[in-house]
């Protein structure tokens, strides 16, 4: 049976409960991947035996069947009731367990697209920054004696 491996911060494990067959889940959060999305999370839920503290204590991973389905909650704000109460609606997605890694480890493609840009080196821009240093030399203005020459004098 061929299986995938999601890895995510011990911060992304809610507090296990109990399922009404009477077995132990946690419930895993899925961070938005936009830093100004201020909208809450959207979670799935693991069975707490499936979870597992990596051998650092740093991070928590599980095993999911590569050719399975995991359903992903995410709440919304559909408006506000008359006493002022927001009212919020939970809108529930199959999606397959390769997708859900992809969500749950967006922060690792996002640091290969920061390292994919093409960056220039020093050397090709030698010549522009020796002229800028040299113009800002000649920009500063001048002093003929420093304090400590003067108080010797």
Request: with cysteine; aromatic share 6%.
């Amino acid at each position: 049976m061929d299986e995938i491996t999601i890895k995510f911060g011990k911060g992304c494990v809610g507090e296990p409960f109990t399922g009404k067959d009477g077995k132990e889940y946690k419930q895993i959060l899925i961070p938005n991947k936009d830093e100004n999305d201020h909208s809450p999370w959207a979670t799935f839920v693991a069975r707490s035996n499936a979870v597992h503290e990596d051998q650092y204590g740093k991070g928590m991973w599980m095993k999911l069947p590569a050719d399975g389905h995991t359903t992903v909650r995410k709440d919304h704000c559909v408006g506000e009731g008359a006493d002022g109460k927001k009212i919020w609606e939970t809108e529930k997605t199959k999606v397959s367990n390769r997708d859900l890694k992809g969500m749950v480890e967006f922060y690792k493609s996002r640091g290969k697209e920061q390292e994919e840009k093409p960056r220039e080196s020093l050397k090709e821009r030698l010549s522009e920054k020796k002229a800028e240093v040299s113009q800002q030399k000649h920009d500063a203005p001048q002093k003929t004696a420093t304090k400590s020459k003067e108080a010797s004098l």
